[in-house]
């Protein structure tokens, strides 16, 4: 004969024990994608590599990014593991971070980070849900904090002569010589 009282008993502590686990792992979630979030305003010394290579086509060292760590000019140094221990997944040495913005003024005060796109350089941006031709007109290093991206442009659509400020790279695509290519695309 089934002991019912037993039974439901053990099936509501089981319940239980799921709930808790329920909200330990909703609240560990939100932790880890507000650590997400957060470490986008860092970046590693691969991370500063990876970039001058991109961007200017040169090859750093480890030692110089630390030797410009140990000097102070990339801001306050946190260890990765320590403050998004959520996020560290990584083994071996310690992997340090340095806050984005910092890193990118430094090293385009220093010369290694240049824009991607140069005064009257022809470009395209989308408009109104169109492609359409500008000109840059100024360069500026980005306020915006934290500083996704470095430059933001000014630019003056060809079509009708209109000036736009604040145009970020990522809205920026390079244009072909000829308007008429882009007319097709």
């Known amino acids: ?18 709930m808790d686990r329920l909200e330990r792992l909703e609240a560990e979630r939100i932790a880890f994608e507000a650590q997400r979030s957060e470490r986008k305003n860092y970046v590693s010394s691969r991370e500063i590599l990876d970039l001058l290579a991109s961007r200017s086509g040169r090859t750093g060292s480890m030692a110089s ?11 306050t140094v946190i260890d990765e593991r ?9 083994q071996g040495n310690k992997r340090f971070l340095y806050p984005r913005k910092e890193v990118l003024r430094f090293l385009h005060g220093k010369g290694l980070l240049v ?11 989308e408009r109104n849900g169109k492609w359409v031709c500008a000109v840059i007109t100024a360069v500026a290093l980005s306020k915006a904090d934290p500083a996704d991206e470095l430059f933001v442009y000014q630019v003056q659509i060809e ?10 790279e990522g ?15």
């Open 115 to 125: 824009p991607k796109f140069d005064v009257l350089d022809r470009v395209r941006l």
């Open 171 to 185: 809205a920026l695509q390079k244009a072909n010589q000829t308007s008429t290519s882009l007319a097709r695309s």
């Open 65 to 75: 990014i630390k030797r410009w760590a140990d000097d102070g000019l990339l801001g």
């Open 82 to 90: 320590e403050v998004f221990p959520l996020l560290a997944g990584k």
């Open 159 to 168: 079509e009708n002569g209109e000036v736009i400020d604040g145009v970020t």
């Open 1 to 18: 004969m089934k002991d019912y009282d037993q039974l439901i008993a053990r099936l509501k502590q089981q319940i239980a024990e799921a």
